[in-house]
């Protein structure tokens, strides 16, 4: 690679952040480690719909591989392969009630920040960055972690927030940040996607943006090879010059 090209490379992961116009967000393990949380909420779910399920973390680091939690639930209900199968009705009602507790569980401030998000927010911002979200959970869900991390005005730092439910496919699909980029009016190169699954990495990837991997509990082991830096947590950033 001729020298003039690799200096423009950026040499570190910090240094591909600041020279970002935007930056755009994954919220689950990325933002929070709020899958713990979403998992006791379909087990509440499962309980209150009748259902003898019951998702230990084996079978739900397993799940994770379908994004979207109603997708999840009919990649399961089919694994199993009861009949007669459970309608879409019956799989939305069992989400709303999910979704009613996941809110309840994130309000009780258990499921904080990451360790170098706020800091990273708020450096961004300093510098006159752009912040963006792109997401398959619900607007709901985002609304829950980041009125409880950040305040109630949390949306008025984001120049856009894109979720599962916007876009006609999710994840590893790359509708979300297609969606992102579309409303940032910016080029995919402009900006780097901050995630921490291989379908984050996959649908940033596909919208051709940098990703900058920040690992996570029930991703840790994924292979992220395709990433352009990976970071255990984002405080690695804040630690760097
Ligand atoms: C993670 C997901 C979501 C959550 C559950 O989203 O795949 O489905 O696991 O939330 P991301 P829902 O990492 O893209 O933020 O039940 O609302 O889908
Ligand atoms: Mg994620």
Not at 45 to 54: E, I, K, N, Q, Y
Request: with cysteine.
């Amino acid at each position: 690679m001729p020298a003039e090209a690799r200096a423009a490379l950026p040499c570190d992961a910090a240094e591909l952040i600041r020279r970002a116009a935007a930056l755009i967000f994954d919220v689950d393990g990325t933002l929070a480690e709020t899958e713990e949380l979403h998992r006791q909420a379909f087990n509440f779910a499962f309980v209150r719909h009748g259902l003898g399920w019951h998702w230990d973390r084996a079978v739900y680091k397993e799940l994770l591989r379908v994004t979207g939690g109603k997708e999840r639930v009919r990649a399961y209900h089919v694994r199993l392969g009861i009949t007669p199968p459970l309608t879409d009705a019956d799989i939305a009602e069992l989400h709303r009630i999910k979704t009613a507790h996941y809110a309840e569980l994130v309000e009780t401030g258990c499921c904080p920040l990451r360790p170098g998000v706020a800091e990273l927010l708020a450096a961004a911002k300093a510098r006159g960055q752009r912040l963006a979200i792109a997401t398959t959970t619900s607007h709901g869900n985002i609304d829950a972690l980041l009125s409880q991390t950040l305040g109630k005005r949390w949306a008025a730092d984001f120049d856009a927030v894109v979720a599962g439910d916007d876009v006609r496919h999710k994840k590893p699909a790359p509708d979300v940040y297609l969606e992102t980029l579309a409303r940032l009016k910016l080029k995919p190169s402009d900006c780097v996607a901050i995630e921490d699954s291989a379908n984050g990495l996959i649908a940033a990837s596909r919208a051709r943006i940098p990703v900058l991997i920040t690992r996570s509990l029930y991703f840790r082991d994924d292979d992220l090879g395709g990433a352009r830096f990976v970071l255990d947590d984002l405080s690695e950033l804040a630690a760097a010059k």
